[in-house]
C-alpha cells in the first residue's frame, strides 16, 4: 500500500466548473499589457488618448485568457466606452464561468500628469456573484484592515469610527492616517475627521489603490472614506476578500435619474453594503499592475530593448498575495507604443 505523504485542504480545493489558481497569473499578464500601453502616454496631458490605448490592450489580452467572462463592471455607461462595456462576453469562452470588473487606467488623469498610484486593474470571481449598481456610479465608502474590520459601521459618526479603529490597532487617535479623494464635496468629511483628531491623506484619484493601501498592514495608512466610484468599490471588494478587513459602501446618485434607476432595481439607498455584498464569492482574483510610481506598485519602466513592470496578484481562496516583476522585450511591444 503506498502512503499518501499529503493531500491538498479542502477549503484550497476547486470544482472543476470553478476558476483555479492557475487563472492568477493570465490575469497579470491582462493588467502588464493594459499598463505597458497606457504607460506610453504618461505625463502627455491626454488622458482619453491613454485610457484608449489600456482599454485596446486589455481587451485584446482578456480574449486569450482561458475563462468565460462577462464584463459586469466595464468602462460601461460613465465613459460612453465602445469596448470592454457591460455585458461584454471576455476570454476565449472555455473554463469557468466568470464575472469580470476592468478598469484599464485607475486614474486617467493621473497618468496623464504623471502622477504617482495610476494602476491597470482587473478582478474575476465565479458568475453572479458580483454587485450590480444598476447605473449609480458613486458610493460612500468606508475601508479599514482586519483589525477593526468587525468594529466599523459606516452609519456611525466619523469620531466613534475613527475612535473603533484606533481603539482596535491600539494607537491614539492623533496617530491615524485617513486617506480621502481631494474633492469639494469632502469638505464637511474633511473638518470631521480633523476634529476627531486624526490626520486626512489626500489623493487626486485612484481609490483602488487607496482602498488596498488602507486595508493593508505597513503602508501607513489607516482608512479609507468618502464617495467614490462604484466600479472602483466593487474591484476593491474582491482585493479585500484577499487581504482581510472591511468594505462598506451606501449607494450615492448624483441625479435624480440615478436615484430613480436604483429604486427601480430594487435598491435600498440607505442600507450599508458590505465587503460580502459588493462581491459574495470566496473565490475571487484581483491584479494590479503599476503605470506610474504608488504607494503599492512601481509603475511601468521603458528602455531601449526591456520594459520592466511591477504586478500584484490576489486570490481569497487562499489569502495568496503575490508581486510579480515583469522584464519584457521592447521589441516584442511596439504595437502598443505611443504614435506621435
Not at 121 to 127: S, T, Y
Not at 153 to 180: E, F, S, T
Request: charged share 25%; proline share 3%; hydrophobic share 40%.
Amino acid at each position: 500500500m503506498t502512503q499518501q505523504y499529503s493531500t491538498i485542504s479542502p477549503s484550497l480545493a476547486v470544482g472543476i466548473d470553478e476558476p483555479d489558481r492557475n487563472l492568477a497569473l493570465e490575469l497579470v499578464r491582462v493588467t502588464e499589457a493594459a499598463a505597458i500601453a497606457g504607460g506610453h502616454w504618461v505625463g502627455f496631458g491626454d488622458k482619453n488618448k491613454a485610457d484608449g490605448a489600456a482599454v485596446d490592450a486589455m481587451r485584446s489580452f482578456l480574449h486569450t485568457v482561458h475563462f468565460n467572462g462577462v464584463v459586469v463592471i466595464g468602462e460601461g455607461e460613465k465613459d460612453e466606452a465602445p469596448m470592454l462595456f457591460n455585458g461584454e462576453h471576455v476570454g476565449d469562452g472555455t473554463g469557468p464561468e466568470c464575472d469580470v470588473a476592468v478598469d484599464p487606467i485607475d486614474g486617467t488623469r493621473l497618468t496623464a500628469l504623471g502622477i504617482n498610484n495610476a494602476l491597470a486593474v482587473l478582478a474575476v470571481a465565479e458568475r453572479g456573484s458580483m454587485f450590480d449598481p444598476s447605473a449609480v456610479f458613486y458610493m460612500e465608502k468606508l475601508v479599514t484592515g482586519p483589525e477593526a474590520a468587525d468594529m466599523v459601521d459606516l452609519r456611525l459618526p466619523v469620531k466613534q469610527n475613527l475612535h473603533l479603529i484606533a481603539k482596535a490597532k491600539g494607537v491614539k487617535v492623533n496617530q491615524l492616517n485617513v486617506m480621502i479623494l481631494d474633492r469639494d464635496r469632502h469638505r464637511p468629511l474633511v473638518e470631521e475627521i480633523r476634529e476627531a483628531g486624526a490626520r486626512t491623506k489626500f489623493i487626486m484619484d485612484g481609490d483602488v489603490a487607496g482602498a488596498i493601501a488602507a486595508a493593508r498592514s505597513g503602508t501607513g495608512v489607516d482608512a479609507l472614506m468618502g464617495i467614490g466610484g462604484t466600479p472602483e468599490g466593487i474591484v476593491a471588494a474582491c482585493a479585500i476578500k484577499s487581504l482581510g478587513g472591511v468594505i462598506q459602501g451606501r449607494l450615492w446618485p448624483t441625479s435624480d435619474d440615478e436615484k430613480q434607476k436604483a429604486i427601480d432595481a430594487g435598491h435600498d439607498l440607505d442600507r450599508v453594503l458590505s465587503t460580502n455584498d459588493l462581491v459574495s464569492s470566496d473565490n475571487c482574483y484581483f491584479a494590479a499592475t503599476g503605470i506610474t510610481d504608488g504607494d503599492l506598485l512601481k509603475g511601468v519602466r521603458y528602455s531601449k530593448d526591456k520594459v520592466l513592470t511591477q504586478s500584484i496578484v490576489m486570490r481569497s481562496k487562499s489569502g495568496t498575495i503575490r508581486f510579480v516583476d515583469g522584464e519584457h522585450q521592447a521589441s516584442k511591444w511596439e504595437g502598443y507604443a505611443r504614435k506621435n
